[in-house]
């Protein structure tokens, strides 16, 4: 039996394709997940996406909602933000900057927890490419107070549903009052090259725009966090593989930090409905295919599919950096996703996580003082590491 990422049992030789009791497709096997993800016969299901449906068709949903050629389009168009020239150019100077200065934290007080370091991080990088450089001081508040340890369910017949409801709605206006109005007026006066001033141009209203940033800030700021603090985590408890890791060069160190995320994506599942019949390989002895109705919940477990020997070969829950895929596989697997909905920011994720790691353990006396606590979020599939604290012996603070 195999432990998955999120705690359950799955029993070796499973068939990858399979409707669930409660009428949820699961696809774990690595072709079949990724042709789930590629196809346009699906459209984005889970992430909130119940919750999007409810509002006005007026308004326009974010780009993780959209699907379709008009989905496309705006990918294409944002693409520029996000190419490995333009990260290299014009990101990785200021992910060193910013992760020195979390350095600088570190050293003056001696301890500190990885969690709120590489939010700060997460949050700068990010910022910078929306077009979030108006904020007021407090932005760090702000966000932590959308996506806090514990979520509570907004709604209208329980004193706790009013409180979750009114505090999101709270927070809403506090990030749009003090981060996203003042970095869209700037843009109405004077277009930047960024992602706001791309919304604006194709007519985004303000709360338009508001949506599209806090869709960004879950997708590249709290997924950031999550994954430095994991490899954090492995690098700190791993005497060998850290030592690998300070010795090698970039294309190295990426690799590890890739092997890393394939064994541990920081979402454990997405979701698709299907809108035709959707044929998928079943990957078993025999080979064959599958075909899901339309009309279907599809749920593609990445921490399954991503130790998917046929595809990752030999020993699949070993963290072997650069390990050789077959039929195309991805170093970071599926972690990423795939498709259309394939995560654009991932060069910016990993460079950033790598910047924030090597400036940290080239630190003398760095040392974990204390392990994080793990939860998961079961709206996302994902999990969150917090407690992680690290410190500096011999510094002020640091015992």
């Not at 809403?172 to 003090?178: G, L």
């Not at 353990?361 to 079961?378: C, D, I, N, T, Y």
């Not at 996302?380 to 917090?386: A, D, T, V």
């Amino acid at each position: 039996m195999e432990r998955t990422a999120a705690g359950e049992l799955a029993a070796p030789g499973e068939c990858p394709v399979r409707r669930g009791p409660g009428g949820v497709w699961q696809v774990h096997g690595y072709r079949a997940s990724r042709a789930v993800l590629r196809s346009t016969g699906t459209v984005q299901a889970g992430l909130g996406v119940e919750t999007m449906e409810k509002m006005p068709s007026t308004l326009r949903r974010p780009v993780l909602y959209r699907d379709g050629p008009e989905h496309r389009e705006h990918r294409r168009q944002t693409a520029r933000f996000f190419t490995p020239r333009r990260v290299d150019e014009e990101y990785r100077g200021l992910m060193g900057e910013v992760a020195e200065r979390q350095m600088d934290v570190l050293r003056r007080e001696g301890r500190a927890e990885l969690s709120g370091l590489s939010f700060q991080l997460a949050i700068e990088v990010a910022s910078a490419v929306i077009g979030l450089t108006e904020s007021r001081p407090g932005i760090r508040a702000r966000l932590e107070s959308f996506f806090p340890e514990r979520f509570g369910k907004p709604g209208l017949t329980s004193a706790h549903g009013l409180y979750w409801m009114v505090r999101q709605n709270v927070n809403w206006a506090r990030f749009y009052f003090a981060d996203v109005r003042p970095a869209v007026r700037a843009r109405r006066t004077r277009r930047r090259d960024d992602l706001i001033s791309h919304l604006l141009d194709e007519g985004c209203s303000a709360g338009e725009v508001l949506g599209e940033c806090l869709t960004v800030a879950a997708a590249g700021m709290v997924t950031t966090r999550e994954f430095v603090n994991l490899a954090a985590w492995h690098l700190f408890t791993d005497p060998a593989l850290r030592e690998r890791y300070r010795k090698a060069e970039e294309p190295e160190r990426l690799a590890v930090l890739h092997e890393m995320l394939r064994l541990e994506p920081v979402l454990g599942s997405l979701r698709r409905r299907t809108t035709e019949p959707l044929e998928l390989p079943e990957d078993g002895e025999g080979g064959g295919a599958v075909t899901v109705p339309a009309g279907e919940i599809v749920e593609v477990r990445l921490d399954r599919s991503n130790i998917d020997e046929r595809v990752v070969g030999a020993d699949p829950e070993r963290l072997c950096p650069a390990r050789e895929m077959a039929d195309g596989g991805a170093a970071p697997g599926l972690s990423f996703g795939d498709g259309p909905h394939k995560c654009p920011g991932a060069t910016i994720a990993v460079l950033e996580t790598d910047a924030f790691l090597t400036r940290l353990f080239a630190l003398p006396g760095v040392r974990m003082a204390s392990e994080p606590r793990v939860s998961f979020q079961e709206g996302i599939g994902g999990y969150e590491l917090r407690g992680l604290t690290v410190a500096l012996d011999g510094a002020r603070g640091g015992d």
